[in-house]
């Protein structure tokens, strides 16, 4: 435990709107406010919540025109005052959230907790004297100025990422496109036209290239400089990750609020453990099938943990198609895997959620025999189906 509590942290200020409410009106709330997020209530009960990018993944299935707040929300937890923050910095991995409502039931929440408020306040103490390259991701995805804004969309959407360093044939430092930035200026565009407040307008294609749209002048960071001046950089400038460069402006790294809630958030418990986080259509899968999908998680790590690592973060993220095969759902799982040694990626796509999952799972169990030479070893590829009773 960190020994610090939600309370010493939290604020009262936050936004909130009826679960009945147009999207329009949280449209206009994220353009005027900028919250992280919206608190969601029914009356006087807390629901849940919703973040823009809840609202532009709507549009896929929801007339926009017509789409309430209910359509688009998703529960969250709660966490109360008076628990510790490490506990709170495991609820926002579980739930992929930068802030989570504060309170004592549905009926009572007095506030919200942000991410960069809480390491901030973690960072006062020891943990803030650790260094950058103790905590960032040193295996990283990067582009070229020429690749175009689609091919970016499509690494983000494979490699559960939010950023991309954009390089130099030489592998230095030009510029750095967001998530945040491409949703703006290429999603959000399209999803406005379609309640006519943009027709006519000319909106920008996603061929255009990177050096075109990339963030120029990044705020970067080097390996050796503290976690405290990390988080401050951060907070001066309103952002959630870092570029870390050595000094001839090479990339280094990536060190984002995430990979830094990682640590606090193990501190929960004795053990170190992985967390799981579900995206995409997983709302959708019955209880049952959601179950299945953590459990068969759940006895791979365990099956693999002499190779895969103790310790990091599972992004799931599931689509399904309207393809139907004798009544079966076509379903796509993209797995992206963050240990502490190293990173894995993988897809699996066939007729229903369970084994696509699994067809993800067998792939990333090929990379981990390839990476450690043991594909030959009976202990080791047999182990997974039979954990899951093929």
């Known amino acids: 435990m960190v020994g610090i509590l939600v309370e010493e942290v939290v604020t009262d200020r936050f936004s909130k709107i009826d679960i009945n ?3 329009s009106e949280a449209i206009g709330i994220f353009e005027k406010e900028d919250p992280d997020l919206i608190l969601v209530f029914d009356g006087k009960m807390y629901k849940g919540v919703v973040t823009q990018d809840l609202i532009i ?5 929801w007339d926009p025109t017509k789409a309430k707040v209910r359509d688009v929300y998703k529960a969250a937890p709660i966490i109360t005052p008076k628990e510790d923050l490490s506990r709170a910095a495991k609820l926002m991995l579980e739930t992929d959230l930068r802030s989570l409502p504060v309170g ?6 007095y506030g919200v907790i ?3 408020v809480l390491l901030e306040r973690v960072a006062k103490d020891q943990f803030g004297k650790r260094k950058v390259e103790d905590f960032m991701t040193a295996d990283v995805i990067s582009l070229k100025p020429d690749d175009t804004v689609a091919k970016a969309l499509a690494t983000m959407r ?14 230095k430092l030009e510029g750095l496109v967001t998530l945040h930035d491409l949703i703006i200026r290429f999603i959000k565009p399209r999803f406005r036209a379609q309640t006519g407040e943009l027709v006519g307008e000319k909106i920008p294609p996603f061929s255009t290239q990177l050096r075109e749209v990339m963030i120029r002048g990044v705020i970067t960071i080097h390996p050796g400089a503290t976690v405290r001046d990390a988080i401050d950089l951060m907070l001066r400038n309103g952002i959630d990750g870092l570029v870390v460069v050595s000094e001839e402006n090479r990339v280094r790294g990536v060190l984002t609020v995430k990979d830094l809630l990682l640590p606090i958030s193990r ?3 004795k053990e170190t453990r992985f967390y799981l986080q579900l995206g995409g259509d997983a709302a959708i899968l019955s209880d049952f099938t959601r179950e ?9 790590v365990d099956g693999y943990e002499e190779i895969l690592g103790s310790e990091g973060i599972i992004y799931l993220y599931i689509r399904r198609f309207n393809e139907k095969f004798r009544g079966v759902h076509l379903y796509q799982a993209r ?11 993988a897809t699996g796509e066939t007729w229903g959620a369970i084994q696509a999952v699994h067809d993800a799972l067998r792939a990333v169990e090929r990379q981990l025999l390839q990476r450690v030479e043991l594909a030959r070893d009976i202990k080791y590829t047999k182990k997974f189906l039979e954990k899951l009773e093929f």
């Open 158 to 171: 494979d490699h559960a990422i939010s950023r991309i360093p954009i390089v130099s044939n030489e592998g």
């Open 292 to 300: 299945r999908i953590i459990s068969d998680i759940r006895k791979f």
């Open 104 to 109: 004592e039931n549905k009926k009572e929440i």
């Open 57 to 61: 993944r709507s549009h896929l299935k």
């Open 21 to 23: 409410a147009p999207i």
């Open 267 to 269: 501190m929960v418990e």
């Open 114 to 116: 942000s991410d960069i």
């Open 335 to 345: 797995m992206r895997i963050v240990t502490d040694k190293g990173i894995l990626i």
